[in-house]
């Protein structure tokens, strides 16, 4: 098992499958489609220009850069978070408050948050793949990769 470093903006832990992607992603441009609203959807990337187009971000540990885009970016992760639609954990390299908003958001308005570490360290980045188990332990700021 290897473990990384990390830095916590959010608290809990979780794990799932990695979804990782090299390009920051505009979370009101991917999930504010109409395909969002078809049911099983919801959390479908649907930005045509974005690598990881056509993939579902629900229960997986997602792994981006950074966020971009307009401040609705925090509604959207509120949206998904507090409906269980969303990933279990994000990993960034650089978090902003407007992505952290909506994890924040969703915690003390429903109930159920995420946890959102921050890690620049590309060892990390270049030894995740797509589906590999990952745990996040947002308390003691620790990445497992299985």
């Known amino acids: 098992m290897r ?7 959010t608290g809990g832990c979780a794990n799932g499958p ?4 090299s390009q920051a992603i505009n979370f009101t441009g991917a999930m504010c489609k109409p395909a969002n609203l078809v049911p099983g959807r919801k959390a ?9 187009f056509g993939k579902n971000v629900k229960g997986k540990v997602l792994l981006f850069p950074s966020a971009v885009g307009s401040t ?6 509120l949206d998904l978070v507090s409906r269980g639609q969303g990933p279990v ?3 960034v390299q650089q978090a902003d408050s407007l992505l952290v908003s909506g994890i924040v958001l969703s915690e003390v308005w429903y109930g159920p948050g995420i946890p959102l570490l921050e890690c620049d360290d590309p ?9 590999e188990m ?3 332990d947002g308390d003691a700021e620790i990445i497992r990769l299985a």
């Open 3 to 9: 473990e990384f470093k990390a830095r916590r903006v």
């Open 18 to 21: 990695a979804l990782k992607t």
């Open 44 to 52: 479908e990337i649907r930005d045509n220009h974005h690598e990881l």
């Open 72 to 77: 609705h970016t925090g509604l959207v992760i």
């Open 89 to 91: 954990a994000m990993i």
């Open 123 to 131: 060892a990390l980045f270049d030894a995740v793949s797509d589906g």
């Open 134 to 136: 990952v745990e996040v």
